[in-house]
Structures are given as C-alpha cells and as structure tokens.
C-alpha cells in the first residue's frame, strides 16, 4: 500500500510512502513533479514487522528539498533526513530512547518533539534545531507532557498528567523550565478525597536474565494488613505501554487496583514483552509466538512476588 505524504513547500518534490503487503518493509520516495521520477530515500526492513511509536512520522522540513523521517533501524524509534535526490543523510536522534511524536510549530523554525529520552517511564518535550542540533528538554520532572506552541512561538499550551491524576490543560512561556499555570481540574472534588498512589515501578529478572519493568501496588500503601494473596493486571492491545508514571490509559484498572490492595491484595501491573516503550526489541519479541514470553514474563513476576514480597504461589490470580 502506499500514501501521499505531502509536497515541498516550492511544489516541486512530493513525498510517497509505501509497505509491503506483509508489513516487512517500508519505503520513502521523493517524486518529481516534472518529470514523475521516483527517488528511493529510505528502506526499512524488519523481520518481524515494521512499527514503532512513530512509523509514520514523515514530513518536509520548511522552504527545502529535504525530507524527514522517523526509523527503528538502530532499534529505537529516531529521527533522520535526507535530501529529495537521496544525498546527505544525517540521523538526528541516538540513544536507547524513543521519539514518540515529530511536530513543526506554525513559526516553522524547529522541530518539536516528543521523546522518553531520560526515562522510559516520562514523556518529556523537546526543542531541536531542523539539522539535529541544540536539542532542549522544555519540560522536566514525573509524568507526560504534550505541547502544543502558540503560533507566535512564544507561549505554549500543555496536557500534563502524572500517575495519580488524569492529564489536565496547562499554559506557559516556550522555553525551558517555563512554569506550567494550571487551567483545568477535570476530576470531581469526591475523586480527588481519595489518596490514589503513584505506583512505584519495579523490575523483576525474567528467565532470560531480561530486567521486565512493572508497577506495583501494596496493601500497605492503602493502610492495609497484606493477606498473602496477589493479583497480576495484564493490560491488553498488545502493543501498549502502561507501567509509567502518568495517567493510564486503563484508568478503571489503576482505580480497581487500589480496592484490591485495599482488601489485602499485592497487584503486579506488568510491561511484559510485546509491550511500548522499550524500542524494537521489546516490540517484536512475540513475534510468532504470543503466549511465549509475554506469557512468561508472567510467571516470572509471580516468582518474583512469591520470592520477594512473600506471596503465597497458590494464591494468585490474574485480570485484563
């Protein structure tokens, strides 16, 4: 299949992307507009199946013939260019971190993005400049920030949410370390009485030596008396990121998980293979054999609540 991704700002390069039925292989090509020819300016290829948190992060930088282009090919999801003939090919980005989101603001005079650079438990803006240098944290500290500048570059609106609290509207001045001003409380004052916890994230050995990341709740962090019974949330859509440290998109679980430690319950909140977040690695680990380590991973986090926080190995169950 392919798609149109947009002209040059002169009219006079298109931009086409294209996979493979199988979802193997993606490519870019830069089209001509007089003469119809067809440039190829990147393959990717994947033995499993082409993807990432931003595969289709595809774009012309301003007043250019050059293109950018998000890749996993060095199993992280990074950011790269290249000019419509296929010259001068620079990566942007490096590092064991993702880009999750590539924006150009109204001003047109950087890229924004939107990268776990830091942590792969935080969602964090950055400011870089078109040839991949200068690149800023506008943001800092817990939880995940999404960015949205003003037109006249100055000012920014913000959706910043952490663990514990839904993302709310957030207003301040385009540069680092801006204080945010909040300008909506979404939750009712009944929700907000209620002392929801910041999980703590723990990483458990899996059988393969692999650190598997997880968010735990303890009875003891609802004021409870532990009954020596655990429960393991297994989030769904497959590929899906949940152990971090904003607002889960499983938002009726993470409230559910607290009446569970509440009434004596250990819950172990699992990022297990096949989950987002991690890179290419991750990803694809289940690839032709789900119910393999997504599965184990499993099992082996309930070894670990048996070892490490006492738990009774004939009394777990599991939900999701």
Known sequence: SASFAGWNDAGTHGLLTA???????????????????????????????????????????????RVYFASEATGYAHLYAVDADGSDRAQL??????????????????????????????????T??????????????????????????RHMAVIHSKAHRPGELFVADFRPGAALDQITVSPTPEWLTFPWIEPEIVHFPARDGVQVPARIYRPSDMGAEPNGAAVLFVHGAGYLHNV???????????MFNHFLAANG??????????????GRDWRTAIYRWMGG????????????????????????????
């Open 293 to 320: 380590k997504d599965l184990s991973d499993h099992t082996d986090g309930a070894a670990w609540l048996v070892r490490e926080e006492g738990i009774d190995p004939s009394r777990i169950g599991l939900y999701g």
């Open 128 to 153: 870089m400049e078109f040839d991949g240098s200068r690149r800023t944290a506008v943001t800092t500290g817990k939880g995940s920030f999404q960015a949205t500048p003003a037109p006249n570059g």
């Open 265 to 278: 319950y250990t819950v172990l909140d699992v990022d297990y293979r096949g989950s987002a977040g991690y």
């Open 19 to 65: 996979r493979s039925s199988d979802n193997k292989n993606r490519w870019i090509y830069g089209v001509e507009a007089s003469t119809g020819d067809l440039t190829l300016l990147d393959a990717l290829h994947d033995e499993a199946w082409v993807g990432g948190p931003c595969s289709r992060c595809t774009g012309w930088l301003p007043e250019s013939n």
């Open 93 to 126: 980005t490096s590092g064991d971190w993702e880009v999750l989101s590539v924006d150009i603001p109204e001003d047109r005079r950087l890229f924004v993005l939107h990268t776990s650079e830091g942590s792969p438990f935080d969602e964090h803006v950055y």
């Open 244 to 254: 971090h440290n904003y607002w889960s998109s499983y938002s009726r679980e993470y």
